[in-house]
């Protein structure tokens, strides 16, 4: 990851850095990030979670363990202060779980707990993850976009980011906000299209697919940290809001013919094998436009890039985690 300035370290060297959802994908590669530029890295989560993605660094982090709907002070007794908080942390990631009410406290009312948390601290930034879902269906949407949340876990990241930009506001508290795009990359969650795909190509298993029409703005992983990390300190960011997205639509079919010349692969892919969803997105991309002129950031590496490294990834992981042994 292109961060490596000696002016990018110092603004996280020795910094005391929480990160909520930092087990989780993007999570898990901005912590790998903060580490790697020496930051004092606290991941906030539950004792019960699988902390597999951190494994090889688990000696250079603090856990702080604790629910995102019951914090308090007390969670943070270890933390003598705190300079920036990257709020990750999200129910609903996976459609298949998690009902109305938990997505509401765990991405609304978990948001304004963490949200006390970084007032109470007077943290120098909060980063605060949204989600590309939030505008609903679109093409080249801008951050001005009005929002028309198409689902309860879009309503609920909307209802975060409304709660967070309040705190800016009311407070002064220093936030950004961020609406990454479809990420994909190494330790992406299993469910996923590009995970599934890549491990049933590797196989020449046949891909059960959807029709695959629909069209997406996939951006790597590694680009979108970068963007967490500028967004955590560029000074004009404060107070906004801003795309994480290549600006390009890609096609499922496209994508998945991609992933198969990649891989080499025999497998057949089998659109239509299943049904789309009632409340399927047709075209879902962003325009970048604003990340640039602020942020100073750009997606810079390329789908068939980002796939060869991630299809990388896979073939050297693939049997290391339980989790992609499908």
């Given at each position: 990851m292109n961060f490596s300035s000696s002016s990018a370290i110092s603004s996280f060297e020795n910094k005391s850095v929480l990160v909520t959802g930092g087990t989780g994908f993007i999570g898990s590669h901005l912590v790998h990030a903060l580490v790697n530029l020496g930051a004092k890295t606290f991941v906030l989560t539950q004792k019960k979670s699988d902390v597999w993605r951190l494994s090889d660094i688990q000696d250079k982090i603090n856990f702080v363990y604790g629910n995102l709907c019951n914090l308090d002070l007390d969670d943070f007794a270890q933390l003598e202060t705190l300079d920036l908080v990257f709020h990750l942390a999200a129910a609903g990631v996976n459609p298949k779980h998690n009902s109305s009410a938990e997505l509401t406290q765990v991405n609304v009312l978990g948001t304004v707990k963490i949200l006390d948390i970084a007032k109470h601290f007077q943290v120098s930034r909060f980063v605060y993850c949204g989600s590309c879902f939030e505008y609903g269906s679109g093409q080249n949407l801008k951050e001005t976009q009005p929002l028309v949340p198409m689902s309860e876990y879009a309503a609920s990241k909307s209802s975060g980011w409304l709660m967070t930009q309040s705190f800016y506001h009311r407070y002064h508290l220093p936030t950004v906000s961020l609406r990454p795009f479809t990420v994909y990359g190494a330790f992406e969650s299993p469910h996923r299209l590009?995970?599934?795909?890549?491990?049933?190509?590797?196989?020449?298993?046949?891909?059960?697919?959807?029709?695959?029409?629909?069209?997406?703005?996939?951006?790597?992983?590694?680009?979108?940290?970068r963007g967490f990390l500028q967004a955590a300190t560029e000074s004009e960011a404060i107070g906004g809001t801003f795309n994480l997205c290549s600006g390009t639509e890609t096609s499922v079919k496209t994508l998945v013919s991609h992933i198969i010349e990649l891989t080499n692969s025999q497998s057949k892919p089998r659109f239509g094998a299943y049904p789309y969803r009632d409340t399927e997105l047709w075209e879902l991309s962003g325009n970048p436009k604003l990340s640039k002129s602020v942020l100073g950031w750009r997606a810079s590496i390329s789908l068939e890039q980002g796939l060869s490294k991630t299809i990388a990834w896979f073939q050297k992981n693939q049997n290391r985690y339980p989790a992609y042994n499908l």
């Open positions: 590009i995970p599934q795909t890549i491990v049933s190509a590797l196989a020449h298993a046949d891909i059960k697919l959807t029709g695959g029409e629909q069209t997406r703005d996939f951006v790597f992983v590694e680009d979108v940290v």
